[in-house]
């Protein structure tokens, strides 16, 4: 999530500065004074949100399927729809930062936590099942049901290639882990199975299982669901945190023997794969097809690998939205304009805000396709006449995320917020704190780890509810 080029750098480091989280009704009492540190509260009913402004489509009672109009998103009745999300980050895949705030030292990545298991004397079925029972407690309806109840009306879900493999082809790239000398070949391997098509082809795939089950409890709350492939074949940037990355940028230099791009051929595929599952399903909102692009040498590359896979969602007449993120960390488009692509209908664009300085965003960026400032945003957006919405902000100061949402929401931006819990000893900007050991304590802490990331068992914070949950503006 954070990254390390020096107009961003503040951003992502700054991630680790924290704030505490509560239940919704949890926030409730803290208003009222009587704040409680029981994370299951009786059974009152919620308060009830204030009416939506007329712009704006807070919930819906029917999910229809969303486009572009202009700059606009709007649903098949016409009416504008302003996305107002959650990330559910950490929990697809394993972000250093989240894993152990205060000491990263002990696992940077996904990869290098499961290193640690290893190197403890676990086999790969062990880790296996605890990483499964991972995904099964830690987003569950409950913690659904409580996205729902504070007023957001939709969910982004990061989600890690590496679900959408064979347990046998997991099992090679784990290899990598042990011995890294072992890399090409399991490149060499994704090279073959691609060539044979042994890719993505299965219905019981963890990938596709962990989304139909979040497109059931989504649906029964009326939120609609993003799907973003945050860890992307190879590594989408020099940021090795984000997408679990052996070696940096090799979605774009990672090569088999033929000197073909395997990995962007893997990226390819995949979005095929998904598209072809989920063409005619109206819980979706659109596809976030890579996230956070980062110090990758040239645009074109991003480009080109988006061109490849928007011709082939569109080639089996699947319409939905799809979201380009842009060089930068998902904030720069040169180069990458709806004039860009060769079709460019139904497009959105994204930006990622952390830790943007309020008088920063009175000033506009002299790159007029450098986004993530309030009116380069604006200008962006009126300018090509497409609807953005900003991917990613957070990790912050209750004041910062207040006047943050304050200057999306009068710019009719809609926006995810980051994310909905996360480990940490100190109170955090995530909605929840997860209490307890962290995973880098080891393998004798990985009971007390599945039961402490259970929705009943997290702390939730008053103020970063206070400051960005739908019902309290």
């Known amino acids: 999530m954070y990254g390390f080029m020096t107009s961003l750098k503040i951003d992502r480091l700054s991630r680790m500065i924290a704030i505490k989280h509560i239940t919704w009704i949890g926030a409730l009492w803290a208003i009222l004074g009587c704040l409680r540190a029981d994370p299951q509260p009786p059974n009152i009913p919620p308060p009830e949100p204030p009416p939506p402004k007329e712009r704006i489509s807070l919930s819906f009672t029917q999910l229809s399927r969303l486009r572009a109009e202009g700059n606009k998103v709007v649903n098949t009745q016409n009416e504008e729809v302003v996305l107002r999300a959650v990330g559910l980050g950490y929990w697809l895949l394993q972000e250093g930062y989240m894993l152990n705030p205060h000491d990263q030292s002990k696992a940077a990545t996904q990869w290098q936590m499961k290193r640690n298991y290893y190197n403890q004397g676990l086999t790969e079925e062990q880790v296996e099942t605890f990483y499964r029972q991972w995904r099964d407690n830690f987003i569950t309806k409950k913690d659904i049901d409580y996205i729902a109840s504070l007023g957001f009306n939709s969910v982004r879900l990061p989600m890690h290639y590496d679900l959408f493999l064979t347990p046998e082809q997991r099992a090679l790239r784990?290899?990598?882990?042990?011995?890294?000398?072992?890399?090409?070949?399991?490149?060499?391997?994704?090279?073959?199975?691609?060539?044979?098509?042994?890719?993505?082809?299965?219905?019981?795939?963890?990938?596709?299982?962990?989304?139909?089950?979040?497109?059931?409890?989504?649906?029964?709350?009326?939120?609609?669901?993003?799907?973003?492939?945050?860890?992307?074949?190879?590594?989408?940037?020099?940021?090795?945190?984000?997408?679990?990355?052996?070696?940096?940028?090799?979605?774009?230099?990672?090569?088999?023997?033929?000197?073909?791009?395997?990995?962007q051929d893997v990226t390819v595929a995949l979005w095929k794969a998904i598209s072809a599952r989920y063409r005619d399903d109206d819980r979706i909102a659109w596809y976030d097809l890579i996230n956070e692009p980062n110090n990758v040498p040239q645009n074109a590359w991003i480009q080109s690998i988006h061109e490849r896979i928007i011709n082939v969602i569109r080639a089996s007449g699947d319409t939905h939205l799809i979201m380009v993120e842009g060089n930068g960390w998902g904030n720069n488009y040169n180069g990458l304009l709806p004039g860009d692509f060769t079709d460019a209908s139904n497009l959105i664009y994204s930006a990622h805000r952390y830790w943007i300085p309020e008088a920063d965003d009175l000033q506009q960026d002299p790159d007029p396709n450098q986004i993530n400032r309030i009116r380069n945003l604006v200008n962006f957006r009126d300018r090509l006449n497409v609807p953005v919405w900003v991917g990613e902000t957070g990790e912050n100061t209750n004041e910062w995320l207040r006047q943050n949402i304050r200057k999306l929401e009068d710019n009719n931006i809609g926006w995810c917020h980051w994310p909905l819990k996360r480990h940490d000893t100190n109170p955090n900007a995530a909605l929840m704190r997860i209490p307890g050991n962290f995973p880098t304590d080891g393998a004798d802490a990985m009971d007390v780890v599945l039961e402490s990331i259970r929705f009943e068992n997290c702390i939730i914070n008053p103020g970063a509810v206070a400051a960005v949950a739908p019902i309290h503006y």
Do not use: M
């Open 174 to 263: 784990h290899s990598v882990i042990r011995n890294p000398a072992t890399l090409d070949t399991y490149t060499h391997a994704l090279a073959a199975w691609n060539d044979t098509g042994d890719l993505f082809t299965k219905d019981d795939l963890d990938g596709f299982i962990l989304i139909d089950r979040l497109l059931d409890w989504c649906a029964a709350n009326n939120l609609y669901v993003v799907l973003d492939l945050h860890a992307a074949p190879g590594g989408q940037g020099t940021d090795i945190n984000i997408a679990d990355i052996f070696e940096p940028n090799y979605l774009w230099l990672g090569r088999d023997t033929q000197g073909r791009p395997v990995y």
